[in-house]
């Protein structure tokens, strides 16, 4: 049986850039997250796009068909929030995998789709162009290309050039200056939080806002890092699209969740970046997961094995992670409560994440929270889809980028890691050509 179901997996897998069949799943339960309902039989597929969900296969439908023997189906997954270079490593040499090995380990872990919110501009703008133009290889990127932010500020220490603003008038210049490269999103920083006891320069609200007036005048969506809830007031109030990572540990003053839902602002929590290096300190055996084990190499799990966590370097952001962990899951949670939409992202490129692996962490973060599961899927599928404007998923008419898992989310939102398969506009991915790691 189990050789028969690999065999044909492999013949429904077609090398990327062919033009996508048109295929039929049978024997699916289908979990459509957007509106929490449930489908028993069969998805047609037509031309890489979702045509029609039936109790049984269309008797006039003669193309390939997988029967899945009752395993789970949902859309495919997306990190909102990611640095697309590699992985980074405590204590040794980052696992450098560029935006090409990136987008292979995503989609082989699940997730199809990526926003890089900033690399090295050019490099990045021009890989997107690049998939636009020939089709993805791996999961499809979105990117910002800079990350924007004052003389000083978050962003500029890293050595990657970025675009500086410190002034309303610097803001207009160099956002209208990107808007003709056309980015998915504009990304600044506007952080007053010091982190043990370290502040850096950001820029002030009337630059922030220039900021985001601007994107908006060219139909660009706008994500705001922001370190305190008044930095996430401020955002709100100026028109972000998107505020990410969580502040604490105070909770967040009462008018700001009915501030997001009015707004229509969505939250990226990063919840996974906030806590999971010292988590990994705690609990070692989070290093041995077998989709980790897959997809990041021995010697790197090994240096999180041995960090030493009384470094200096490390210490005071373990304490931080410590402090703000469970303040800011009880935040997440009555955002969420509220009604504040929440997309997964995860902050790939720093330490405790793991590109691709690590959005199913911040799933089962976001469970841990109290999210209910249909609600953690939202943030990771048709909630993405809404905020990427790219419409993928199990209704008709949605691109059928999908996992086929071997157990219910629903029962665990860990089940989200049990991937039988990954489909991509219609076309079952071969996995195991992603392996370039
Ligand atoms: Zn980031």
């Known amino acids: 049986m189990k050789s028969l179901k690999h065999s044909l997996l492999a013949l429904l897998a077609l090398p990327a850039g062919l033009a996508a069949q048109d295929m039929a799943l049978t024997g699916a339960v289908v979990l459509d997250p957007a509106n929490e309902s449930i489908h028993r039989g069969a998805v047609v597929i037509r031309g890489g796009r979702i045509a029609e969900l039936a109790d049984a296969l269309p008797a006039d439908f003669d193309g390939p068909t997988l029967n899945l023997g009752g395993r789970y189906v949902i859309p495919a997954l997306a990190d909102v929030h990611t640095h697309s270079f590699g992985n980074a490593s405590p204590g040794g040499m980052p696992q450098m995998l560029g935006p090409q090995g990136t987008a292979n380990v995503a989609l082989y872990t699940g997730v199809a789709f990526v926003l890089d919110l900033f690399s090295p501009e050019d490099m990045i703008l021009g890989f997107r162009d690049g998939q636009r133009a020939s089709g993805p290889q791996g999961a499809l990127l979105f990117a910002a290309g800079p990350c924007l932010t004052?003389?000083?500020?978050?962003?500029?220490?890293?050595?990657?050039?970025?675009?500086?603003?410190?002034?309303?008038?610097?803001?207009?210049?160099?956002?209208?200056?990107?808007?003709?490269?056309?980015?998915?999103?504009?990304?600044?920083?506007?952080?007053?939080?010091?982190?043990?006891?370290?502040?850096?320069?950001?820029?002030?609200?009337?630059?922030?806002?220039?900021?985001?007036?601007?994107?908006?005048?060219?139909?660009?969506?706008?994500?705001?890092?922001?370190?305190?809830?008044?930095d996430v007031r401020d955002a709100v109030q100026a028109g972000a699209d998107a505020v990410?990572?969580?502040?604490?540990?105070?909770?967040?003053?009462?008018?700001?969740?009915?501030?997001?839902?009015?707004?229509?602002?969505?939250?990226?929590?990063?919840?996974?970046?906030?806590s999971e290096f010292v988590r990994m300190l705690d609990e070692p055996g989070l290093l041995d997961d077998p989709l980790l084990v897959e997809t990041v190499p021995e010697a790197l799990r090994d240096i999180y094995r041995g960090v030493d966590a009384s470094q200096p370097a490390f210490e005071s952001w373990l304490e931080y992670q410590r402090i703000l962990a469970q303040p800011t899951r009880?935040?997440?949670?009555?955002?969420?409560?509220?009604?504040?939409?929440?997309?997964?992202?995860?902050?790939?490129?720093?330490?405790?994440?793991?590109?691709?692996?690590?959005?199913?962490?911040?799933?089962?973060?976001?469970?841990?929270?109290?999210?209910?599961?249909?609600?953690?899927?939202?943030?990771?599928?048709?909630?993405?889809?809404r905020f990427l404007g790219h419409r993928w998923g199990v209704e008709p008419g949605d691109e059928a980028t999908l996992l086929v898992l071997d157990a219910s989310p629903l029962d665990a939102i860990a089940n989200t890691k049990r991937i039988h398969a990954v489909i991509q506009a219609g076309t079952v991915v071969d996995r195991e050509s992603l392996r370039t790691w």
């Not at 370290?198 to 630059?207: E, G, I, K, N």
């Not at 990572?245 to 970046?273: C, K, N, R, S």
Request: proline share 8%; glycine share 10%.
């Open 150 to 230: 004052a003389t000083s500020g978050h962003c500029s220490e890293y050595g990657v050039p970025t675009r500086i603003v410190d002034t309303p008038e610097d803001a207009r210049r160099e956002v209208t200056e990107l808007a003709g490269k056309v980015p998915d999103v504009v990304k600044i920083v506007y952080d007053h939080q010091s982190y043990g006891g370290r502040s850096m320069p950001t820029v002030d609200l009337a630059t922030l806002t220039a900021v985001l007036e601007t994107a908006r005048q060219h139909g660009i969506r706008t994500v705001v890092h922001i370190g305190t809830w008044d």
């Open 244 to 274: 990410t990572h969580t502040p604490g540990p105070a909770p967040p003053p009462v008018d700001i969740a009915t501030l997001m839902v009015e707004a229509g602002t969505f939250h990226i929590p990063t919840l996974a970046v906030q």
């Open 330 to 385: 009880d935040a997440v949670k009555s955002l969420a409560d509220a009604g504040v939409p929440m997309l997964t992202g995860t902050d790939g490129g720093n330490p405790g994440i793991f590109q691709g692996y690590s959005v199913h962490r911040e799933l089962e973060l976001l469970e841990a929270a109290g999210l209910p599961p249909w609600a953690a899927l939202r943030t990771a599928t048709t909630d993405a889809a």
